[in-house]
């Protein structure tokens, strides 16, 4: 027993470490600090991230560790998925199912490493964003005065909760044949969608991010403070505002009620954990040629090399001559082939809905399309993510620079992740220019630029096409979903920055050639 302990916690360690030691990982700190600082506005700032009526807190350790708990819980569920998911697909891919599979041990310590390994590395993020909000207490000094306590209990009773449940997430859906992909991508952020609408809109008992908590506490300080407040909801996320009532909250009394309901989460994430035990089989560890190929020994390696020779002549030996001459290459083919790599995997059912989505927003007028046009920049999404990273993937990187000019390629790649934003996007674009709608239609292009390149700056670096994935996917909620300052990139919302966009595009494109270079250099 002491040994299974052990061992399951030297691997949960590697795991852990394998992850905190990546680029990816660096990257996503920096966005989580960028969100901290955004979560906290001044309050001259003209918008505010969590009120209730028309009342905020000042910025105190309660009210900033509620907040913190509250952006933990909920953005890091996809931001979280879409970076960690795929752990036990990795080992598949790197073919260490061939030691894995006859090893003794169980599915049950072999999930668990990895159930383990993504739940403390969520922590981490949530602590990290925690120590974002004590910082910028002492930044906006509205109150000065350091409570421990206030932001440690939501940080355990409300964060790690949902984070449980979040982990055996990602472990079931990447146990689940058909939930690896696309059609997982979108029915863990159908789900996502559907939970935090239940649980802010107060429908039922579904209250994983504890935002009905929140309210019920955050409520009766306000009525405390300003009996006048008629607060029927509390606003989570980015809202305009022109003024707010400021009032001292103490935090949340933690009742034995309350903890019950969130311990009643961990049952849930234990129950999901579960479910993967029971379904999980090892074999899937394996991949194809692993099991239908037979190992060659040097007499089956020589009947090969027999069923080749050319009848009434026998092969001695093999003269390998080095072809002389300056190489040429073609940027169409390369171009050509990029295109069809991206295309390669893609199912009939993408296409299909690729289609209804371009004839959608071709055809229904801008005033009442906003909505597809949110949703077409999503469909590129499992075309665009491993642009940057498939050399990582498939380790082929010593294969492709040997034999292509790395930046030509590069470049290659970038062109066809625009052609295929272009694409998939051109039906808004058809309809700006019928319109006129000029300043519409500048940002729209530049954010057709923006996105392969923002793909391919964080596949060179990471490796992977999840940081792309999670950091997308993120912006999106709050920029052109949520309309919050400097994010909306589209310019659904009027907001159109085409000139920071294209400034931050170009970055983009520095950071991607400064990647390449460390890769052919490495």
């Given at each position: 027993?002491?040994?299974?302990?052990?061992?399951?916690?030297?691997?949960?360690?590697?795991?852990?470490?394998?992850?905190?030691?990546?680029?990816?990982?660096?990257?996503?700190?920096?966005?989580?600090?960028?969100?901290?600082?955004?979560?906290?506005?001044?309050?001259?700032?003209?918008?505010?991230?969590?009120?209730?009526?028309?009342?905020?807190?000042i910025?105190?350790?309660?009210?900033?560790?509620?907040?913190?708990?509250?952006?933990?819980?909920?953005?890091?569920?996809?931001?979280?998925f879409?970076?960690l998911?795929?752990?036990?697909?990795?080992?598949?891919?790197?073919g260490?199912?061939?030691?894995?599979?006859?090893s003794?041990?169980?599915?049950?310590?072999?999930?668990?490493?990895?159930?383990?390994?993504?739940?403390?590395?969520?922590?981490?993020?949530?602590g990290?964003?925690?120590?974002?909000?004590i910082?910028?207490?002492?930044?906006?000094?509205?109150?000065?005065?350091?409570?421990?306590?206030?932001?440690?209990?939501?940080?355990?009773?409300?964060?790690?909760?949902s984070l449980?449940?979040?982990?055996?997430?990602?472990?079931l859906?990447?146990?689940?044949?058909?939930?690896?992909?696309?059609?997982?991508?979108?029915?863990?952020?159908?789900?996502?969608?559907?939970?935090s609408?239940?649980?802010?809109?107060?429908?039922?008992?579904?209250?994983?991010?504890?935002?009905?908590?929140?309210?019920?506490?955050?409520?009766?300080?306000?009525?405390?403070?300003?009996?006048?407040?008629?607060?029927?909801?509390?606003?989570?996320?980015?809202?305009?505002v022109?003024s707010?009532?400021?009032?001292?909250?103490?935090?949340?009394?933690?009742?034995?009620?309350?903890?019950?309901?969130?311990?009643?989460?961990l049952?849930?994430?234990?129950?999901?954990?579960l479910?993967?035990?029971?379904?999980?089989?090892?074999?899937s560890?394996?991949?194809?040629?692993?099991?239908?190929?037979v190992?060659?020994?040097?007499?089956?390696?020589e009947?090969?090399?027999?069923?080749?020779?050319?009848?009434?002549?026998?092969?001695?030996?093999?003269?390998?001559?080095?072809?002389e001459?300056?190489?040429?290459?073609s940027f169409?083919?390369?171009?050509?082939s990029?295109?069809?790599l991206?295309?390669?995997?893609?199912?009939?059912?993408?296409?299909?809905?690729?289609?209804?989505?371009?004839?959608?927003?071709?055809?229904?007028?801008?005033?009442?399309?906003?909505?597809?046009?949110?949703?077409i920049?999503?469909?590129?999404?499992?075309?665009?993510?491993?642009?940057?990273?498939?050399?990582k993937?498939?380790?082929?990187?010593?294969?492709?620079?040997?034999?292509?000019?790395?930046?030509?390629?590069?470049?290659?790649?970038?062109?066809?992740g625009?052609?295929v934003?272009?694409?998939?996007?051109?039906?808004?674009t058809?309809?700006?220019?019928?319109?006129?709608?000029?300043?519409?239609?500048?940002?729209w292009?530049?954010?057709?630029?923006?996105?392969?390149?923002?793909?391919?700056?964080?596949?060179?670096?990471?490796?992977?096409?999840?940081?792309?994935?999670?950091?997308?996917?993120?912006?999106?909620?709050?920029?052109p979903?949520?309309?919050?300052?400097?994010?909306?990139?589209?310019?659904i919302?009027?907001n159109?920055?085409?000139?920071?966009?294209?400034?931050?595009t170009?970055?983009?494109?520095?950071?991607?050639i400064m990647?390449?270079?460390?890769?052919i250099?490495?």
């Amino acid at each position: 027993m002491i040994d299974r302990i052990q061992r399951c916690i030297t691997i949960s360690h590697y795991n852990l470490m394998l992850i905190l030691r990546s680029y990816g990982f660096l990257i996503m700190l920096g966005v989580v600090i960028t969100l901290g600082f955004f979560l906290v506005p001044p309050a001259d700032a003209g918008y505010q991230t969590m009120y209730v009526g028309e009342a905020r807190s000042i910025y105190n350790s309660a009210w900033l560790g509620a907040v913190a708990a509250l952006s933990s819980s909920l953005f890091l569920w996809p931001f979280g998925f879409y970076l960690l998911r795929g752990k036990i697909s990795e080992d598949r891919k790197l073919g260490v199912g061939t030691i894995l599979v006859p090893s003794p041990m169980s599915n049950f310590h072999y999930l668990l490493t990895k159930l383990i390994s993504v739940f403390l590395i969520l922590a981490v993020m949530a602590g990290v964003l925690e120590l974002a909000f004590i910082t910028m207490q002492y930044i906006r000094l509205e109150e000065t005065q350091f409570v421990l306590h206030d932001y440690l209990l939501p940080y355990v009773w409300i964060v790690l909760p949902s984070l449980c449940v979040l982990s055996a997430l990602t472990i079931l859906f990447d146990i689940i044949p058909f939930m690896k992909g696309v059609i997982g991508n979108i029915v863990f952020f159908s789900i996502w969608t559907a939970v935090s609408a239940l649980s802010f809109s107060g429908v039922g008992k579904i209250d994983i991010f504890g935002s009905q908590l929140m309210f019920t506490e955050i409520l009766n300080g306000v009525q405390e403070a300003f009996p006048m407040v008629n607060a029927t909801n509390m606003n989570f996320g980015y809202q305009t505002v022109q003024s707010l009532l400021i009032f001292d909250w103490t935090g949340i009394i933690w009742t034995k009620d309350y903890v019950t309901e969130r311990l009643f989460w961990l049952l849930i994430g234990a129950f999901l954990f579960l479910i993967s035990v029971l379904i999980f089989r090892r074999g899937s560890l394996l991949s194809l040629e692993k099991k239908t190929s037979v190992q060659n020994t040097n007499g089956g390696l020589e009947k090969d090399l027999v069923r080749y020779q050319p009848k009434g002549k026998v092969i001695e030996s093999v003269h390998i001559q080095t072809i002389e001459g300056e190489r040429q290459y073609s940027f169409y083919y390369i171009f050509r082939s990029e295109l069809k790599l991206m295309f390669r995997d893609v199912s009939l059912w993408w296409y299909g809905v690729g289609i209804i989505l371009f004839l959608l927003t071709m055809f229904i007028p801008l005033t009442s399309t906003k909505v597809f046009l949110y949703v077409i920049w999503l469909w590129p999404i499992p075309l665009l993510a491993p642009i940057g990273a498939k050399e990582k993937m498939y380790r082929t990187e010593q294969l492709l620079f040997s034999n292509c000019p790395p930046y030509m390629q590069l470049f290659a790649v970038w062109l066809s992740g625009v052609f295929v934003s272009f694409l998939i996007t051109s039906g808004g674009t058809v309809q700006m220019i019928a319109a006129g709608d000029w300043s519409w239609l500048s940002a729209w292009l530049i954010a057709i630029f923006f996105s392969p390149t923002l793909a391919l700056a964080a596949g060179i670096w990471a490796g992977t096409r999840k940081l792309y994935e999670a950091i997308f996917v993120v912006w999106w909620i709050m920029g052109p979903v949520q309309n919050a300052p400097y994010l909306d990139f589209t310019g659904i919302q009027g907001n159109q920055l085409t000139y920071v966009y294209l400034l931050l595009t170009a970055g983009l494109a520095i950071i991607a050639i400064m990647g390449r270079k460390r890769q052919i250099f490495n």
